[in-house]
């Protein structure tokens, strides 16, 4: 086995133990979860709003989920085609930066060598320690590319089929968290009996989902779980009321 140059045997069986024992933990969620979230989180949020606004308003339990659903589905059309928008344009916007990065590596090598030697000296490294790096990265032109994409521009390469998971992804999540409103609706006869009971299914799982959010963020879950039941408690509140205000005119 050859081994790299000051590295000795003992060194290496060292390294190897040291990786072995030390077990990183990180959030490595990817971009799914968080369309999941995003989806869910509005869900909850807007047809519990409209629930309660329409109640407010005295209308009745039928039309209450009529409105409901139709929102549920106009919404969760809408989200999952801003979703694959939104990604369809990070995808189109690293791909031109991906072909003008490559064009400039062929044109002016010279200008993109000083690129890499002035990001590596961002991060502490002496010319005569970045030197043999930059020099390595002019002679693999992928790895070079590579690393002016990531280091320079701050892109990543998307997933292929991304757009189309994406929007799959916000629109399923916000029918999902849609239904959770409504559902008092579809066997609660009395109105005002299946908002109550609306309200309180709905904060549950708010508190849940604030909590599971947390824990999947790396924030506070109990932090995380008091703030997106307040928000979506304030935006039903102020449907309710301005409903009621509304009537009182």
Not at 122 to 144: D, T
Not at 159 to 170: D, H, L, N, W, Y
Not at 207 to 232: E, N
Request: charged letters at 20%.
């Amino acid at each position: 086995m050859v081994l790299e140059a000051g590295r000795s045997p003992a060194a290496e069986d060292s390294s190897e133990k040291l990786l072995s024992h030390h077990k990183e933990k990180h959030f490595t969620s990817g971009e799914v979860v968080r369309d999941v979230i995003l989806g869910v989180s509005d869900g909850l949020t807007v047809p519990f709003a409209l629930a309660a606004g329409l109640s407010g308003a005295d209308a009745p339990s039928s039309l209450i989920l009529t409105a409901g659903l139709a929102e549920v589905a106009a919404g969760a059309i809408s989200m999952g085609l801003g979703g694959y928008l939104a990604a369809k344009s990070e995808a189109d916007h690293y791909f031109r930066e991906y072909k003008r990065e490559q064009e400039e590596i062929v044109a002016v090598p010279d200008t993109e060598a000083a690129e890499v030697a002035q990001i590596l000296a961002e991060y502490g490294l002496e010319a005569h320690e970045y030197g043999p790096l930059v020099i390595g990265l002019r002679k693999n032109p992928q790895a070079w590319l590579d690393f002016m994409m990531k280091f320079e521009l701050g892109l990543e390469k998307p997933e292929a089929g991304r757009a189309v998971q994406s929007a799959t992804a916000i629109a399923l999540s916000y029918v999902v968290g849609g239904l959770v409103p409504l559902l008092p609706y579809m066997f609660v006869p009395a109105a005002r009996n299946a908002m109550l009971t609306s309200v309180g299914v709905t904060l549950a799982a708010l508190l849940f989902f604030g909590y599971v959010k947390g824990r999947f963020s790396g924030s506070r879950p109990l932090s995380g779980a008091v703030q997106t039941a307040f928000i979506g408690a304030a935006a039903s509140a102020a449907a309710y009321a301005m409903a009621k205000a509304v009537q009182a005119v």
